[in-house]
């Protein structure tokens, strides 16, 4: 029932239900009035009903009352009485408390977010015993009223809120707030406490340790003194001296290592102190005893083996008549000492380990330097000092970790180095590839000199394609082309089979394996130019025999036949395809070269019949624009020639002919497949298959002639590897024969041929008569 009270305005204040507030206000004969917040010079929709409990005589003689609150009022019309104050109609809103869930989870979540408040501001208790006691929720919400860190815009927010609930949820918004605003000054106030500590504490700690390094005689005067001993027995050049004193007086001024900066001096003298500026390893330059050292630790790689004895020999003869770098610099303007050989070939091969038997042939340390996916350049040259956590170069950190000055070390996948917008590391190669150069390396951290001169550098690779062309030229590679069937053969006997027994714990005469049985693995269950794969499949036949032994099942010695191999490696992996891929006519096998070494490729072809159109060609197998233009021109001539081959000329009418080259999902370019897609697609149109026993590299051209291609030791040792016995080449590719290794060249008889004429002669059926069902 609405009642009709008078209105007292609040400017600075908010008064809630069951809150005392003495106010400078004169209610009169009122015994009941509306307390209403007003901002800016607008009254709220709701107010507190209080009685007067009291009147007082405030100081200074003023007149005023004590409020007590009672209840919500919502402030309906106005209008002005008797005595000319301002009365309203008032709608009393006392709380109704629900008995749901979320009101009781409220109420415990905002007592919590006040107890956390109190805790952080460290109440004594009073103030928590006097919020147990509130019961009701809505008054719990309403004890906000006396919090002096909430606005009066926010208290007369809570104020409006009649519904229990939503004052709830508006109140612990609130406390949540105030929470999160008092943790964070607390943290920064104990942080600004902790960093006061912290400066204090190590102050203190700082003056007793230098307390006690000058009782242990390790204060700065003699951190000072030890540097200058080791500078002086370093056997550093002039100017690496000049440099180190140097920095060694800017650190003795300082006067200790207290700051920072007296710190990146000490790094940077250690530096240049760990550098083996005076040291180099004695020499066995016994050519002799070089090549019997390559000779056991690798099998093959006679080219390998003879450059570096040639290498060792004429260094051995430069030392013993007397003509030293010096000389040899002036004369020919290059450090023969700098000579940089580049390994290229399969992954597989021993170019990384051979770099190994290096050092140990000439007695000089050995140290490997993994450049793949190296794309920044101070991974070479090193960083600069000005940067934090800077450190020399890769080169610097290898003559270290080496000792002497004059190691051997291994670049190693050199034709994988990157390139982004920290720089090019290939192009800080160059200075030190060069021979002409190298003496004088400046790394960016040590910013002296550095001499390279003396270093034995070994580079490898598996793709000269992505060498850039001045770093290339300062190289002399040398091919890994891989091995023969002999030749893995052998290393498994001499090397694999042997580190794989010790591996699994056999001993010598515990278990054999005969020759004829390790070439059985290598045919049927490897397709490597290296002997990678090979070691794997060695390892897992002598563990499952190590397993067998361990566990009584077979008794030492042990024999391994050929049931062991197939029980151990499975089935078997590696087919000759080339009789059941050719037996058709339109497939020709063709020779290629990869990433891993030299392959064996089909080429297949086929005629489609399609209405209208005059011999159009399909290609699929991923080719690149060098195959794609070689099988272009291979139609172009087997259309141009198709009476001479006696091919009927209707056939390429209505007709588009389809060229795949297998595996679709590898990609594949080069031109030295033309010879071959011109083989398949002779033989699709004249129906006279392929022989099984022949493959063919070389490129093509209109006029039918047949041109030179590289890399035909790599992919003769691959069709000697899948059982090829006639191979077709270039006669220009004649000279080529003599890198061939000389199992290869009696096992497979190599024809050079000048034109398409003398490749169709030896590489096709004799003509017979047409078979019925065959695809022409």
């Known amino acids: 029932m609405p009642t009709t009270l008078p209105l007292?305005?609040?400017?600075?204040?908010?008064?809630?239900?069951?809150?005392?507030?003495?106010?400078?206000?004169?209610?009169?004969?009122?015994?009941?009035?509306?307390?209403?917040?007003?901002?800016?010079?607008?009254?709220?929709?709701?107010?507190?009903?209080?009685?007067?409990?009291?009147?007082?005589?405030?100081?200074?003689?003023?007149?005023?009352?004590?409020?007590?609150?009672?209840?919500?009022?919502?402030?309906?019309?106005?209008h002005t009485g008797p005595t000319g104050d301002l009365r309203v109609s008032v709608e009393e809103h006392p709380d109704e408390e629900p008995v749901d869930g979320r009101t009781r989870e409220l109420t415990r979540t905002l007592r919590a977010t006040i107890d956390e408040i109190l805790t952080a501001r460290g109440d004594d208790g009073s103030v928590a015993a006097v919020l147990r006691a509130i019961k009701a929720p809505g008054a719990l919400a309403d004890s906000l009223g006396y919090d002096p860190e909430l606005t009066v815009e926010q208290k007369a927010e809570l104020l409006s809120t009649l519904d229990v609930t939503e004052r709830l949820e508006r109140a612990v918004e609130l406390m949540n707030e105030r929470l999160t605003d008092l943790q964070l000054r607390q943290k920064i106030r104990e942080g600004v406490e902790s960093g006061a500590q912290k400066q204090q504490r190590e102050y203190l700690l700082r003056k007793q340790m230098e307390s006690i390094r000058h009782e242990l005689g390790e204060d700065d005067a003699s951190v000072v003194d030890e540097y200058r001993q080791k500078i002086e027995a370093a056997g550093m050049p002039e100017a690496v001296r000049e440099q180190a004193d140097k920095e060694l007086g800017r650190f003795e001024r300082m006067g200790g290592e207290g700051s920072g900066e007296a710190q990146t001096i000490r790094n940077y003298l250690d530096w240049l102190l760990a550098v083996p500026w005076g040291e180099r390893s004695e020499e066995n330059l016994d050519p002799v005893h070089a090549r019997q050292t390559l000779d056991d630790d690798h099998f093959g790689l006679e080219d390998v083996k003879d450059r570096i004895v040639e290498f060792l020999a004429v260094k051995k003869l430069r030392q013993d008549r007397g003509l030293d770098d010096a000389e040899v610099t002036k004369n020919s303007k290059r450090r023969a000492g700098g000579t940089i050989l580049t390994l290229v070939g399969p992954p597989g091969t021993g170019k990384t380990s051979i770099g190994e038997s290096i050092a140990k042939a000439t007695g000089r340390e050995f140290v490997r330097i993994a450049l793949g996916g190296v794309r920044d350049e101070s991974e070479i040259r090193g960083h600069r000092r000005t940067y934090i956590g800077a450190l020399p170069g890769r080169l610097v950190r290898a003559l270290r970790d080496a000792g002497t000055m004059n190691p051997v070390v291994l670049l190693d996948e050199v034709d994988k180095v990157g390139a982004d917008w920290r720089g090019d590391p290939s192009a800080a190669l160059l200075e030190v590839l060069d021979p002409a150069q190298n003496h004088s390396f400046r790394d960016h951290y040590l910013d002296v000199e550095v001499d390279l001169s003396q270093v034995l550098f070994l580079a490898t690779a598996n793709s000269l394609d992505t060498i850039p062309a001045p770093l290339l030229d300062r190289m002399e590679v040398i091919p890994f082309d891989g091995y023969t069937v002999a030749e893995k053969t052998a290393i498994a006997r001499d090397h694999l089979v042997p580190r794989q027994r010790r591996a699994n714990g056999l001993h010598d005469d515990e278990v054999t394996i005969d020759d004829a049985l390790l070439r059985t693995v290598v045919d049927e269950y490897t397709r490597e130019s290296g002997v990678r794969q090979l070691e794997r499949q060695v390892g897992t036949l002598l563990r499952k025999t190590a397993t067998r032994i361990a566990s009584g099942k077979d008794e030492a010695p042990v024999a391994i036949d050929l049931d062991r191999v197939r029980d151990a490696l499975g089935r078997q992996k590696v087919f000759h395809e080339s009789a059941a891929r050719t037996a058709v006519p339109g497939v020709a096998t063709g020779l290629a070269v990869t990433g891993t070494g030299g392959d064996v490729l089909f080429i297949e072809a086929t005629r489609v019949p399609v209405p209208g159109s005059k011999g159009g060609l399909v290609l699929t197998g991923q080719l690149g624009d060098v195959m794609k233009e070689s099988a272009r021109i291979a139609l172009s001539w087997v259309r141009a020639n198709a009476e001479k081959l006696g091919i009927d000329e209707a056939k390429f009418e209505d007709a588009e002919f389809h060229v795949h080259v297998p595996a679709g999902a590898i990609p594949k370019d080069g031109p030295s497949a033309g010879i071959t897609m011109v083989t398949a697609l002779v033989s699709l149109l004249t129906g006279r298959p392929v022989k099984h026993t022949v493959g063919m590299t070389g490129e093509v051209t209109l006029q039918g002639r047949v041109l030179p291609i590289g890399g035909l030791k790599q992919k003769s040792i691959a069709a000697h590897a899948a059982g090829l016995t006639d191979v077709v080449i270039s006669e220009r590719n004649r000279g080529d024969l003599d890198d061939v290794p000389e199992e290869v060249r009696q096992a497979i008889t190599f024809h050079p041929s000048m034109g398409l004429d003398e490749v169709l002669e030896v590489a096709l059926e004799e003509r017979v008569a047409e078979v019925a069902g065959a695809r022409v």
């Not at 003689?61 to 019309?77: K, S, T």
Request: hydrophobic residues 45%.
């Open 8 to 78: 007292i305005p609040l400017d600075d204040v908010v008064v809630f239900p069951t809150m005392d507030v003495t106010l400078p206000v004169d209610p009169g004969d009122e015994e009941r009035v509306l307390l209403v917040p007003r901002i800016d010079g607008e009254f709220a929709a709701v107010g507190t009903i209080a009685h007067v409990k009291r009147r007082v005589r405030l100081p200074g003689g003023g007149r005023g009352a004590m409020f007590e609150g009672e209840a919500r009022g919502v402030a309906g019309a106005a």
